[in-house]
């Protein structure tokens, strides 16, 4: 008997999507739950499980191509009638090779592994070395016959051997041997975290002897041409529409965060015990801007028509950087919330976003942006407004340096504080310069204050 698995809802709004990659063919067996395809929509990347056991019979929509939520993908069955003969075909080519090869005792694993062609080739070249010499072959064959040859096989059925292709060409870039890394996602799946783990240990004890300058790896996509993704055609298209229909504009303050500096490193210990996740300065730049767009409502609006609409509360929207784009969940009522939910928060959503975990709806209802610019090193940028927020606000990295300081009886002096520059961006149709000022005072003001002891949930 078999069964159609369909394009289930992935939102509220999602009413189509498209396939973007195949992770299973027509005669390969497939588990409940476990991945079938991975799907794209104007919301968010997933994959598609399985709903019920059995073998691939047909595949009726192709890579690329877009369908509407309830069309039929796939067509799963109890294996009786196409897989059956799809063992003994693929087995026919594979006898060949093994009755030329001299070393009788290596015949069987590879007979075994129902593998295609081009897997079947490397065996060969590996036992050609315990042919050319006999008496050292037997001690040496088997671990090099055993690691590489009968492991590809073993995983075809299930997750584990699965790398996603930005993973694989991360790990290409990076220099990782795939072979040689334990995966920790489901099922034994390597993911890109795996493969930066597996890069910091040889970089750190190679970077002491190494003196030499060791150039940045070269990118795979160099010289290349590949089409856009449908999100990336989505976040292309409202950017374009945002810029076009808004009236975009940034404005710039320095804030002295040296206080709140202080105040991590005296709690670290015990608010990483009572919440699980380290504190960094985002928690309180997200509280510090929530609370402040309950004084400046114009900040936390939209514009619908000739209409004006100021939100009852404060959703703020987060960027997170993955493999796949920039996606932005949501925080909501962020103004009500303490250090710790918040830090819980982007901890759980960030980690589900770039492990494309994170349900469509989780990315919906933002009224105000925050992106980190400074994760990756940059002072600070001119950040862009997604329609229909007004307003987004960019957090530059947190660097010491010498600054001008006043103490209580006027008296001037230089010392090493911690600052950081903060870019707002907003709509000029509804917010105009003093408007942005006197929000970013306020967020400063706030944050250089550091008075956040009765905020931190612990």
Known sequence: MSESVVLPALGESVTEGTVTRWLKKVGDSVNVDEPLVEVSTDKVDTEIPSPVAGVIEQILVQEDETVQVGAVLVIIGSGSGSAAPAAPAAAAPVAPPVVQAPPAPVAPPIVAAPVAPPVIAAPPVVVAAPVAAPPVAPPVAPPVVAAPVISVPATSSTDAGYVTPLVRKFAQDSGVDLSRVSGTGVGGRIRKEDVMAATSAPVGSSAAPAAAHVPAPVSALRGTSEPMSRLRKVLAERAVASMVSSAQLTTVVEVDVTRIAEMRKSIQ??????????????????????????????????????????HPSENISFAVDTERGLLTPVIRDAASLSLAQIAQQIADLASRTRENKLKPDEMMGGTFTLTNTGSRGALFDTPVVFLPQVAILGTGVVQKRPVV??????????????????????????????????????VKARLEEANFQNNLGI
């Open 269 to 310: 210990a015990r608010f990483t015990a009572a919440t699980g996740t380290k504190l960094n300065f985002m928690p309180f730049f997200f509280l510090a801007s929530a609370e402040a767009l309950r004084s400046h409502p114009k900040l936390n609006a939209s514009i619908e028509g000739e209409t004006i609409n100021y």
């Open 405 to 442: 300081i006043t103490s209580s009886d006027g008296q001037e002096s230089i010392a090493i504080r911690s600052m950081v520059y903060l870019a707002l961006s907003y709509d000029h149709r509804l917010v105009d310069g003093a408007d942005a000022s006197r929000y970013l005072v306020d």
